[in-house]
């Protein structure tokens, strides 16, 4: 039985009254009422399935969330367990064994001085959580002026108020309004926009020498935060040139400036790592937030992690003041639980490692799709990856062309089975954490065709 059969929907039925009453994220309000919906309705493994039972390679694993795929029956009796024993407590008042678990369990498998654990509703409510930790901890200090927070164009963080207000997606700043008195931008970190000519480490003095650069201009006395995703994932796969993270953590420490580490897409598996910031880049932040991997996308949750460094500075005998910050369904039980099963599932298959074996397998079949002429840049690490679009005008090919290819490789490889993520002139894609070789190999064969249906349409345009 497929879900719309399972709520006694048609599909025909589905779609109208998802046009008629639910609005999507990011929605295009001029077109919203006559959007062209993909109605999924299974899923297994790495692959969903539309209505018509046609099966797909899911390349974004939902959104950067499905580590152990779908349809996992292990996951869905520790969720119903956790259903029939008790299905929801109050964080404020009572604790429950699979909050107090999990929170000792995150603790031990993040860097060994970040140990104290706020659990949120997602990654956006984690970014606020730790936005309001600065605060709470400068106000704490007797230092209300220190309240600044530094972020990078083309990071994303959330879409809650502080968590859009340190994004730096430039298509994102829309009708809504952002605080803009307390945020700072530094420019793109992206290697592959530097001049020509210039090396990757003169490009990182560069991106090193922007962050000191504001924080002259602010004054150090007024800037709390610098948060700052490992890799810019939604912004396109952005890897930051060699020693940038480390060299803007000694800036930060120098300053006293919190170094927030926005994990909320790389933790939990998809480099490889439970977590990014220690063991691929070398540096031990004062808080990170993660969500999405937490559950593999199977119940929503997210996480705040902070430093013993950080706690010791809010908590002691001689400050008597609530830590005014949570929501209804932190810690929820169930959601508790199945982030306790999916981190089994990921220990007991080693996954980490499977990541570990088969990404020189993805990152060279990605590097090798470089040779197009309409793909600029092939980048990734770990099961994360980004084709960036490039045109005969190059770079600054107009943002109309831009869109187009995107959406042309978009359609392209969902024609084949492939479903990607695209964003503007680029193509991202981070599978399950279960993907085989064989399976990573079908998905590049199916994008290498697409990309060579789509040379062909810019280059009989051309003509």
């Known amino acids: 039985m497929t879900l719309a059969e399972g709520y006694n929907l048609n599909i025909d039925e589905m779609l109208a009254a998802d046009r008629k009453h639910h609005l999507h994220p990011w929605e295009d309000l001029a077109t919203w009422k006559d959007a062209e919906r993909f109605p999924i309705t299974d899923a297994d493994g790495i692959h969903i399935y539309d209505a018509s039972g046609r099966k797909y390679i899911d390349g974004p694993a939902g959104m950067w969330a499905v580590q152990i795929g779908y349809g996992r029956t292990e996951m869905a009796e520790a969720i119903a367990r956790q259903v029939t024993q008790l299905p929801y407590a109050s964080p404020w008042s009572v604790t429950t064994s699979p909050a107090a678990q999990l929170a000792e369990k995150v603790a031990n498998l993040a860097p060994e001085k970040l140990n104290t654990v706020m659990f949120t509703t997602g990654g956006s409510t984690a970014v606020d959580t730790a936005l309001r930790t600065m605060q709470f901890l400068n106000n704490r200090l007797g230092r209300p002026e220190k309240k600044i927070v530094i972020a990078r ?19 994102d700043k829309s009708c809504f309004d952002f605080e803009d008195r307390l945020v700072r931008f530094l420019p793109d970190v992206n290697p592959y926009i530097r001049p ?18 504001v924080i002259a201009e602010e004054g150090p006395e007024h800037v709390g935060a610098f948060i700052a995703e490992p890799i810019l994932c939604s912004g396109g796969v952005i890897i930051p040139p060699d020693g940038y993270h480390q060299r803007t953590l000694e800036i930060c420490r120098k300053h006293d400036i919190l170094y927030i580490s926005d994990e909320v897409v790389t933790a939990f598996g998809r480099v490889g790592h439970w977590f990014a910031s220690e063991d691929v880049f070398g540096i031990e932040p004062d808080i990170i937030t993660c969500a999405k991997g937490i559950t593999s996308g199977y119940l929503p949750l997210g996480a705040c992690i902070i430093s013993d460094r950080i706690m010791d500075r809010m908590t002691g005998a001689d400050h008597d003041v609530l830590f005014p910050n949570g929501y209804t369904y932190s810690a929820h039980p169930v959601c508790c639980a199945a982030a306790l099963k999916n981190i089994e599932i990921i220990e007991r298959e080693g996954l980490l490692e499977h990541v570990r074996a088969v990404s ?3 990152q060279s079949r990605m590097a090798a799709l470089e040779a197009s002429p309409i793909i600029g840049d092939a980048r990734g690490i770990g099961l994360l990856g980004c084709l960036e679009g490039l045109t005969e005008a190059g770079r600054d090919t107009p943002l109309d062309v831009q869109r187009s290819l995107g959406a042309r490789l978009d359609a392209a490889c969902e024609a084949r089975g492939l479903i990607v993520r695209p964003l503007i002139n680029m193509c991202v ?19 290498e065709d697409a990309i060579k249906e789509v040379e062909g349409d810019f280059a009989n345009a051309a003509d």
């Open 153 to 171: 164009e083309k990071g994303y963080h959330g879409s809650t108020y502080l968590a859009a207000s340190v994004t730096g997606k430039e298509r």
């Open 196 to 213: 020509d000519g210039m090396s990757e480490a003169a490009w990182c003095d560069s991106k090193v020498s922007d962050l000191e650069r």
């Open 360 to 362: 020189p397998l993805f």
């Open 429 to 447: 894609f981070s599978p399950p954490l279960t993907i085989s070789e064989a399976q990573i190999n079908e998905m590049f064969d199916i994008i």
